[in-house]
């Protein structure tokens, strides 16, 4: 069974960091593009960021790029979101979601990915 295991939300004021993780388990995503989203509530869910397989190449919403940071660890089947100079707009429930196909380009649709963690909330206050 394939889960994905997402940890490090929590209440953090504006301005403030956080390391959100996704640990996977089930079967290795190392050849298959990872990404984050979020969903605050009354609203869809949005694309935050995405990475490749091998993580040399990543994609980032117009509202996070430049504050958030997308990496991966292979080797742990893991991968992370670092989030810098949060906002208030920023809180929302997290998800990790990784895609069946290996080695596709990495896309900022929710349909593209087979794979859902539960999520994790991050509330940013002022």
């Known amino acids: 069974q394939v889960q994905l295991v997402e940890s490090g939300g929590g209440l953090v004021q504006a301005g403030d960091s956080l390391r959100l993780s996704c640990a996977a388990s089930?079967?290795?995503?190392?050849?298959?593009?990872m990404g984050w989203f979020r969903q605050a509530p009354g609203l869809e869910r949005e694309f935050v960021a995405a990475?490749?397989?091998?993580?040399?190449?990543?994609l980032y919403a117009d509202s996070v790029k430049g504050r958030f940071t997308i990496s991966r660890d292979n080797a742990k089947n893991t991968v992370y979101l670092r989030m810098n100079s949060l906002k208030t707009e920023d809180t929302a429930v997290y998800y990790c979601?990784?895609?069946?196909?290996?080695?596709?380009?990495?896309?900022?649709?929710?349909?593209?990915?087979?794979?859902w963690g539960q999520g994790t909330q991050v509330t940013v206050s002022s």
């Open positions: 089930g079967r290795s995503f190392g050849s298959n593009p």
């Open positions: 990475i490749t397989w091998s993580g040399a190449g990543t």
């Open positions: 979601a990784g895609e069946k196909s290996p080695f596709v380009v990495v896309s900022r649709s929710p349909s593209e990915y087979d794979y």
